[in-house]
Each structure stands twice: as C-alpha cells, then as structure tokens.
C-alpha cells in the first residue's frame, strides 16, 4: 500500500508557528518516503507571509485567494497524490495516520476522517470533544479540524469544496453523501488547538458553531453566516 501516494494540504493564514507544526507533521508520516507523502501549503496572504517562513525544499507551497474553500481547491490542483487530506495548521493527527489512512482506501472506502479531540483539559472543552465526536458519527459529517481524507478522483467527481466563505467543509460532507460513495470516521483521534474557543471564548464558542450549523442547514447563506462568525 506504501504507492498509494497521499497529498496532505494545509490551507494557512498567518500561521507563525507553521514550522514546528511541518516538523511535527513529517514526523508523524513515519517510514514514508518523499515519494509516498507530499505537503502542500497554500497561503491565503497574497504576501505570502506564512509561506515565505518555509525553506524545505520537499514541501509544495502555494498563493490562492483567501479562504479555506479556495486554498483547499488550490492545493488539490497543485497535488499528484491518489488520496487528498486536508489538515488546519492547529490540528495533529495520529502518528501513523499515512497507514491508517491507506488501509481506509485499501478496504474499500472512498473517504474519511479522524475523530475529534480538542487538545486541553478544561473540563467544557472535554465535553465538547465528546459531544463533537458522537454529533460526526450520527450524522456522518465531520468538520474540517479532523482531518477529512478523500480519493482524488472522488473529490474531481463531485467539483471539490463549493466556493463558500464558511461551512466548506460541510458543503463538501454533503456532496460526499449524495455521491453515495462509501466514508467513514476512525476511532483515531485528530487532536486540534482550543485557541479558537479560548480566544472567542469557551461558552459563546460553543454554543456559536453548532447554532451557524443550524442556520446553514436551514438555508442560510454562508455568506450571511461568515460575519457572525469573525465578528
């Protein structure tokens, strides 16, 4: 399985601390080789101001238009992987995830995802990750920080991330299920950074995502929803 070549893409804005998360990340790819992994990140600065911290050679880097949706699709275009994985800068996945994620297309499942933990301790934070984790599995529709995995023909098929300010990672979830094809969430744990709930706040950032969730189920525009949710 060690050919299935994976193509990891990291949508960045203003990340200062991109370069340990990159030494962090190529060490959990384990024994794989250059050949069988790539990185990709994909700037949304038209500076490049992330991008321009970046000196490996062995890791891709890119310019888009801001935004996750059009850094994600920018990537996959720059990627020569058989399966696309798209990671946030302030999430880790396991340490053998390349396995996992091989053995997952091996047996016959088109895409993927890791389940959610949020890295602390704090007691709301753990109900979160548990309360996140149960939500994913009964709806089958992980967010973006668990790391979603996907073959990049599947991912051609069905036009990648619709072109929205928010809520791509769901828009994307639900053109996965109408393609029918198989996906699943591992019991492996993606664990992502709190730094959005203790910067927004823990309580109000709790009960914010699932609300915007709500709205854009309900046919609200994400382009309606982008200004509660930065603002």
């Not at 890119?62 to 798209?86: D, E, P, S, T, Y």
């Not at 890295?119 to 979603?148: A, E, K, M, V, W």
Request: aromatic share 10%; glycine share 10%.
């Amino acid at each position: 399985m060690r050919d299935m070549k994976i193509s990891i893409i990291i949508p960045v804005l203003n990340e200062k601390k991109i370069l340990p998360f990159l030494v962090d990340l190529k060490g959990r790819c384990g024994g794989d080789d250059r050949r069988s992994i790539e990185i990709i990140v994909v700037d949304g600065d038209p500076a490049g101001s992330t991008v321009g911290l970046i000196s490996d050679s062995a890791i891709k880097t890119g310019i888009a238009q801001k935004g996750r949706a059009r850094q994600q699709n920018f990537g996959a275009k720059m990627a020569q992987g058989v399966v696309l994985l798209f990671l946030h800068a302030d999430t880790r996945l396991p340490g053998n995830f390349t396995n996992l994620i091989r053995k997952t297309i091996h047996v016959g499942f088109s895409g993927g995802a890791f389940d959610l933990q949020i890295d602390s301790p704090h007691p709301l934070l753990r109900f979160t990750s548990r309360i996140g984790s149960f939500r994913s599995r009964i709806t089958g529709i992980p967010y973006g920080d668990q790391g979603i995995f996907i073959t990049r023909s599947l991912f051609e098929k069905i036009g990648g991330f619709p072109d929205l300010p928010l809520m791509e990672d769901i828009a994307l979830m639900l053109r996965i299920k109408k393609s029918h094809k198989a996906f699943t969430i591992l019991p492996d744990k993606a664990v992502t950074s709190p730094r959005m709930w203790y910067k927004k706040g823990i309580l109000y950032t709790m009960i914010r995502n699932p609300m915007l969730a709500l709205l854009y189920f309900l046919g609200v525009s994400p382009r309606v929803l982008v200004k509660f949710y930065y603002g």
